[in-house]
């Protein structure tokens, strides 16, 4: 079952600009929520995750992300490209109560541009 | 150990023939995940394990595919009669038993169907 969707398969920006990749989840109970990478040739590394705790998650290399339950969403952001932020991003989810089960989005490669 | 360990790291096979993947868990972690990416794809899930509970097969694409864990850890990921379709990274991932925590994945076995 898809209960995440990542809108855009290929987002670019400028090095410099605001980065946005967006992730909404489908579930009617918030879900636990996480964004992971993928550099080229590489295996999946946990950027940040939702838990409840708080809503604006900070994570790894400057990104973060915002739970917001009135538009089921969790998109990933940055205010600053990088070159070194060219990869792929991947928003998973686990519906609560399910068991576990661990679900992902089709991701969003993201390109800089110089 | 440390980390997700997959081996081999890289399989090429001729169309017909058998493979198994096998996967070695974070220890102490109950929930295992198979995932196929496909180049340029996002991940497919395959089947999700947990604990002592029946595993989760509804990912698999054939009959073809199969899985196993053996007392709770390692995991071994067999596809039988091998497609050219079959041609992809699969990736294994393991969890702790909560659903507020994230995954942990290996580098990936590459297999390449000749």
């Known amino acids: 079952a898809q209960s995440v969707t990542q809108l855009g398969s290929h987002v670019s920006v400028s090095e410099g600009a605001l980065v946005l990749l967006r992730c909404n989840y489908s579930?009617?109970?918030?879900?636990?929520l996480f964004w992971y990478v993928q550099y080229p040739n590489q295996g999946l590394q946990l950027l940040l995750k939702?838990?409840?705790?708080?809503?604006l998650v900070k994570g790894i290399n400057g990104f973060e992300a915002e739970f917001k339950k009135s538009e089921t969403s969790f998109h990933l952001t940055k205010p600053s490209a990088h070159m070194s932020d060219a990869a792929e991003y991947f928003c998973?989810?686990?519906?609560?109560?399910?068991?576990?089960?661990?679900?992902f989005g089709t991701g969003t490669s993201l390109t800089v541009i110089p | 150990g440390a980390g997700v360990s997959q081996s081999p790291s890289n399989k090429v096979t001729e169309k017909g023939k058998d493979v198994e993947l096998r996967c070695d868990p974070i220890?102490?972690?109950?929930?295992l995940y198979w995932y196929r990416q496909s180049l340029g794809q996002g991940l497919e899930f395959l089947i999700y394990?947990?604990?002592?509970?029946?595993?989760?097969k509804s990912g698999l694409p054939s009959d073809r595919f199969s899985a196993e864990r053996t007392g709770g850890s390692v995991s071994t990921l067999t596809i039988q009669r091998t497609q050219q379709e079959d041609s992809a990274v699969y990736l294994c991932?393991?969890?702790?038993?909560?659903?507020?925590?994230?995954?942990?994945f290996g580098q990936g076995t590459r297999l390449t169907v000749v």
């Open positions: 579930s009617s109970v918030p879900p636990y």
């Open positions: 991932a393991s969890k702790l038993g909560q659903e507020n925590t994230e995954a942990f």
């Open positions: 998973a989810v686990t519906p609560s109560g399910t068991g576990n089960q661990f679900y």
């Open positions: 394990f947990q604990g002592n509970s029946a595993p989760d």
């Open positions: 220890s102490g972690h109950t929930a």
């Open positions: 939702y838990t409840s705790a708080a809503t």
